[in-house]
């Protein structure tokens, strides 16, 4: 089974800051997907393919890595960015996510 | 628009049995792979499995293989998770969702597992 480890557990980041969220893999994948929750909603999903972004998510987001090394950036935070994000390898089975990154607002 | 509603959760008492459904519309159903996830209290997610476009195979984690069944009726659109025996450890939000890229999630279902 493949492990994903994401850091760090919990950020605050201020309007404006750059985050980057990481995510890696015990073994080499693919691609990468990552997720964004917020509250009690279901998952959405935000990047595929790596750094692929998913349809209506704003460009201030973005996803690259390769083997075992992944990220997610937000070159510019935003309020309505505060979430958990999950990243999620589909690889090999069992499919995996990694443990979920809490971002809040500074 | 694609819409996936899950139903059936609740309270169940540990050992017991109970089948979670998922319709699906929006999309043609029996062109997509479709799977379960669940989220803990705790917020850990868990892959459970999935299932062929045509319901002919079945993946499924290692350690939920035993007890976890996923089906399907196309005719219907609709998803199905059996789960058998629970136990206290299977209280979770439990989701359905379109493999392929996991784009889109129903809102959830919530079962608890407690006597």
């Known amino acids: 089974e493949i492990v994903l480890t994401q850091s760090p557990t919990t950020m605050a980041a201020s309007p404006g800051e750059k985050v980057t969220l990481t995510c890696l893999a015990s073994s080499s994948v693919n691609y990468m997907y990552w997720y964004q929750q917020k509250s009690s909603a279901s ?64 | 628009e694609v819409q996936l509603v899950e139903s059936g959760g609740g309270l169940v008492q540990p050992g017991a049995s109970l089948k979670l459904s998922c319709v699906a519309s929006g999309f043609t159903f029996s062109d997509y792979w479709m799977s379960w996830v669940r989220q803990t209290p705790g917020k850990t997610m868990e892959w459970i499995g999935d299932i062929k476009y045509d319901g002919s195979y079945t993946n499924y984690a290692p350690s939920l293989k035993n007890r976890f069944t996923i089906s399907r009726d196309n005719a219907k659109s609709t998803l199905y ?35």
Not at chain 2, 86 to 110: H, K, P
Request: some cysteine; glycine content about 8%; aromatic content about 14%.
């Open chain 1, 43 to 106: 998952p959405k999903l935000l990047i595929y393919y790596t750094s692929i972004l998913a349809s209506g998510v704003p460009d201030r987001f973005s996803g690259s890595g390769s083997g075992t090394s992944y990220s997610l950036t937000i070159s510019s935070m935003e309020a309505e960015d505060a979430a958990i994000y999950y990243c999620l390898q589909l690889t090999s089975t069992p499919y995996t996510f990694g443990a979920g990154t809490k971002l809040e607002l500074k």
């Open chain 2, 81 to 115: 998770l059996q789960m058998s025996n629970v136990r206290s450890e299977d209280t979770a939000t439990y989701y359905c969702t379109r493999v392929a890229l996991f784009d889109y999630w129903g809102q959830g279902v919530m079962v608890t597992v407690s006597s």
